[in-house]
């Protein structure tokens, strides 16, 4: 019962496997499999929510933070399945094979989050990247650049890079306190925190996790694998691995000692330079795709500010913060992936006049780049919002990180609007209408409901993850 | 939380908020053009009517919060959902509830595409604009404070003139880049008081140096919302290009949020800081009177006009906010009123000659007299009330912010009078263009006077333009108890640290 999710999709990906040795294949039929299995996955992981366990030797656990996680996945992937269930990018030969990699992929994540032993935690992690180096090459190759070959070397080249460092980093962690057991580790660090040894075990390992959640500096994959991937991937790739991301972090940083300064000044020097980073460059992109990215890259320094407290409060708001941002970015590449007639890229121009071609994708894309850029009562706003204040009340010397922080938040507006005002104001022109179906009209209400509503009340959310945080403290 | 009185029994202000929004929703679903126009008209009076209540239901005795309401919101961060109105918020609630229905109508013919998402907008404005002068606790007016900037970019970006990317992007910019320190302020004065309930914010014992910080990031927010001289250029180019009702709001009520954090924020969060600024912010008031008067003076286009001499009547608004004595603050609330009211029916005026010459500069709307002498009455009212003609209601305004400046300040008071001068001269001057004009007036034979719809529309302004110039007395009753609480309290705090200095 307990890992229900997990078989879940792992019969998900054996169902696609079957389906791909088949010869005749319906383009319907792969396509509701695949958002059938995505439903069956959140479900399973709503009955499991309460489950508590341990197996496999005690390297996996399942426990209140987990389920957090693994309800936020699936619930991610089924709103990424349903938002580019057309799969325009992919060759429809090879449609059943992407499926298969995309749920590995979740498969990976789901056991990451639940994983409390390095050798597990690395593994999961293999699992769900390697998933995503073989989705991006994919692509249909229609301009005849490979640009998709480029962004999937690029990404298994950085990635196997950023695994290398933190596997480094692991093995120091076992040499120092000669196990691989998370909850031994804690305690056995904690002896010999003052040595610079631990200080680069920990940062090594930090520095993997910081290349998932394109984390600068370890964010250079992020503009071209976002551009050279098909809207689908992207929209994939820039959402529900930063949960299983950000559920690491939080595992890694709860080890951090509170009285290790450095560590802390590291991270907040990161995630500032993160956001002006993110932000400054993506006022001059044209590229839809490339500008989400960058602007991802200035989220993952907010959702940081949210670790460096370490206090069960400020992980609490950073986990609400990454659901949030999920649910945001997937609003807009639901909307990139319909409007994108044959699967190709879009710039901002493309979606001009939008709000005439299609009503409900252009309120869709505007409420979710207006809750991308902090406007309140959506859910950017709060969790901006609330992780500033948990910054701030950490002392005064995190006051000119904060206020650096909000200035960030007044640099992102422009380019945001920018996107806004070609779906809003320009004219048409000549551009064709967007073709909507049923189930993603039904899947954009409920994603704009989330964001609003998540936004208007967060306490519930915020106090649940509170509580499963403290769990694993 | 001794400062409320609870509402029992129906919340009113609740539903004052969320009614123009379910108003809204409902839009969602029914699209069509002419349902969405009076469907709007429809729920904007009701709106109004059911504000109505607060006028008699509303003691002027007490200085507590009135019509409150208090519900836990977020209780991890002691957020909470606390609404409530006193002296000083209680006439710009109601201007903005009472002057929504006539934006809609001013709005009948002059949108023509996309009604009923204009109508949708609109709404959802009215949504902020309530809920920012009734909320009580940080969070909460910091929500409506930014989330007015999604509709008000919308009625610029989309119906708004042929710049209007340029102006609703420099507007959206402007007013939130100024709003970012205000949320570090925020959060700085959370950590102070534990709580985000403004009023256990006001009068505590903050170190100097801390209200300093604190009072220059409210009063950057603010001034930018105002706007003040120098930070008022977003103002022309989007009230220029903003659709007539875009204008009205943006004048009559968005403007008035600037003032009002100033009444409500930084006089009670910092008075520290507030005395030891004040001066800086007096002069920079009269700078802001006298170039609006001049840049107003040598426009050719009837909206920048308008729209510059709102910097100057702004200007006497923060000059009798900062003097701070009662028949200053007194007269800066009227003013607001008076500029909520005299600005709105100008620009009000100005989209109607627009809408039937399609074009807003001065000079080829001038002699339109003839043909339309029930327009050039409204506008000679308004024109003359706009530059505070004894009779009107500008000129209580005005008249009180300058006896209050000439009670503390001479040299001040003196400067400003230039200001009341200009006013005359740029109004008279555009009054006698568009009336009489010269010997080479273009062709106005085919222009029709207002229709009854437009009559409609003025009437109620103009209402008010005498019911405050001859009759003011009820409307000062209604904010002097919670001005005199203010004051008492500020020079307390004044004579304290007076004290303090002087035995030290």
Redesign the interface.
């Known amino acids: 019962m307990a890992i229900l999710p997990e078989l879940a999709l792992l019969t998900g990906a054996l169902a696609f496997f079957a389906l791909s040795l088949s010869k005749h294949l319906d383009d319907n039929q792969v396509r509701n499999t695949a958002v059938f299995f995505g439903v069956v996955t959140f479900l399973c992981a709503l009955i499991s929510v309460h489950q508590e366990s341990t197996s496999f030797a005690g390297c996996y656990q399942v426990d209140l933070f987990s389920q957090f996680f693994k309800l936020m996945i699936s619930l991610g992937l089924v709103f990424a399945l349903i938002g580019g269930q057309d799969l325009k990018g992919i060759d429809k030969a090879v449609r059943p094979e992407y499926y298969m990699f995309l749920f590995l992929s979740c498969l990976g994540l789901m056991s990451l989050v639940s994983a409390v032993e390095l050798i597990t935690l690395f593994v999961s992690l293999e699992l769900s990247s390697f998933a995503l180096y073989l989705m991006i090459p994919m692509r249909d190759d229609r301009t005849g650049t490979r640009e998709q070959m480029e962004a999937g070397i690029k990404y298994i080249l950085f990635g196997v890079l950023a695994t290398g460092v933190m596997l480094y980093g692991m093995s120091y962690i076992f040499g120092l306190t000669g196990t691989t057991y998370l909850q031994e580790i804690v305690p056995g660090l904690k002896k010999i925190v003052s040595q610079p040894a631990a200080f680069f075990a920990v940062v090594m390992v930090l520095a993997g996790f910081f290349y998932k959640l394109a984390l600068f500096p370890m964010h250079f994959w992020v503009p071209d694998v976002y551009e050279g991937a098909a809207n689908e991937t992207t929209g994939f790739i820039a959402t529900v691995p930063k949960l299983g991301a950000v559920a690491l972090l939080i595992r890694f940083v709860i080890m951090v000692p509170g009285d290790v300064r450095i560590i802390v000044d590291l991270m907040t020097v990161l995630a500032l330079c993160s956001m002006f980073y993110g932000n400054l460059i993506a006022l001059v992109q044209t590229d839809v795709k490339r500008m989400l990215g960058y602007s991802g890259i200035a989220h993952a320094g907010f959702i940081l500010f949210g670790l460096l407290t370490l206090k069960s ?1 400020g992980y609490a708001t950073a986990m609400y913060y990454i659901s949030g941002y999920v649910f945001m970015n997937l609003a807009c590449y639901t909307v990139l992936s319909h409007v994108s007639e044959k699967g190709e890229n879009l710039s901002i121009k493309d979606l001009n006049g939008l ?1 005439k071609r299609q009503p409900m994708m252009a309120l869709l894309l505007a409420l979710g780049l ?1 809750a991308l850029a902090g ?3 959506m859910v950017g ?1 709060m969790g901006e ?2 992780l ?2 948990e910054v ?2 950490e002392g005064p010397r995190f ?1 000119i990180p ?2 650096l922080a ?2 960030n ?2 640099i992102a ?2 380019y945001y ?2 996107v806004i ?1 070609a779906a ?2 320009e004219d048409a022109d000549e551009r064709p209408g967007v073709a909507v179906n049923t189930l993603t009209k039904v899947a954009g209400a409920a994603l704009m409901v989330i964001i609003v509503l998540m936004g208007a009340f ?2 519930r959310i ?2 649940y993850a ?1 509580t499963a945080v403290k769990t694993i403290m | 939380m001794d400062c409320l009185i609870i509402q029992e029994g129906f919340p009113l202000l609740s539903f004052l908020i969320f009614f123009p929004l379910a108003g809204a929703l409902v839009l969602l679903f029914f699209s069509d053009e002419k349902f969405a126009r009076r469907w709007t008209l429809g729920v904007t009076l009701l709106e109004a009517a059911f504000s109505l209540p607060l006028i008699t239901g509303f003691d002027t005795t007490t200085v507590k919060f009135q019509f409150a309401e208090a519900h836990q919101w977020i209780p991890q961060w002691n957020i909470n959902y606390i609404l409530g109105v006193d002296g000083i918020s209680i006439l710009l609630v109601l201007l903005s509830t009472l002057i929504m229905p006539f934006c809609v109508l001013a709005s009948w013919r002059y949108i023509k595409t996309r009604v009923t998402p204009f109508m949708f907008c609109m709404l959802i404005m009215q949504v902020s604009m309530v809920g920012l002068f009734v909320a009580l606790d940080f969070v909460l007016f910091w929500v409506f404070w930014e989330f007015m900037l999604i509709p008000m970019y919308l009625l610029i970006a989309v119906w708004g003139g042929p710049r209007k990317e340029y102006a609703s992007i420099k507007f959206f910019i402007y007013t939130l880049a100024g709003s970012v320190f205000l949320l570090v302020a925020i959060i700085a004065l959370y950590l102070k008081n534990g709580s985000f309930f403004i009023p256990d914010m006001m009068w505590q014992q903050y170190s100097t140096p801390f209200q300093v910080w604190v009072f220059l990031a409210f009063f950057l927010a603010f001034a930018i919302k105002v706007p003040m001289f120098p930070v008022h250029t977003w103002l022309p180019a989007a009230h220029v290009e903003a659709p007539t009702a875009g204008s009205v709001i943006l004048a009559s009520v968005l403007l008035k949020m600037g003032t009002y954090g100033m009444l409500r924020f930084c006089l009670p969060i910092t008075p520290e800081a507030t005395f030891m600024l004040a001066p800086y912010i007096l002069w920079l008031s009269i700078a802001g009177i006298i170039y609006g008067g001049f840049t107003a003076l040598a426009q050719h286009d009837m909206k920048k006009l308008v729209a510059y001499s709102s910097v100057g009547h702004m200007g006497f608004v923060t000059l009798g906010i900062f003097i701070l004595n009662s028949r200053g603050i007194e007269g800066a609330i009227i003013q607001m009123i008076n500029h909520g009211v005299t600005t709105g029916a100008l620009f009000l005026c100005v989209g109607m000659i627009y809408e039937r010459t399609h074009s807003r500069e001065l000079r080829l709307a001038t002699g339109v007299g003839k043909y339309m002498p029930w327009y050039v009455t409204f506008l000679a009212f308004f024109a003359l009330s706009s530059f505070g003609f004894p009779g009107t209601n500008s000129f209580i305004g005005e008249f009180l912010v300058l006896a209050g400046t000439f009670e503390v300040n001479k040299p001040l008071a003196l400067a400003a009078i230039p200001g009341t001068v200009l006013a005359a001269a740029y109004m008279l001057r555009m009054l006698q263009k568009i009336v009489w004009g010269g010997t080479d007036n273009p062709d106005q034979s085919h222009l029709t006077d207002l229709n009854m719809r437009e009559i409609v529309t003025l009437a109620p302004f103009l209402l008010f333009v005498f019911w405050i110039g001859l009759g003011p007395q009820p409307f000062l009753d209604m904010i002097h108890t919670s001005v005199n609480h203010l004051l008492t309290q500020l020079h307390g705090i004044d004579g304290a640290t007076v004290a303090a200095t002087l035995l030290r």
């Open positions: 409060n709000h207006f406007i309140p009562p706003f919002f609330l500033l204040t701030l009340k006051l904060v206020i909000a200035i938040a007044g507006i422009y609007l920018s005002k809003y104001t967060p306490a915020i106090a509170d």
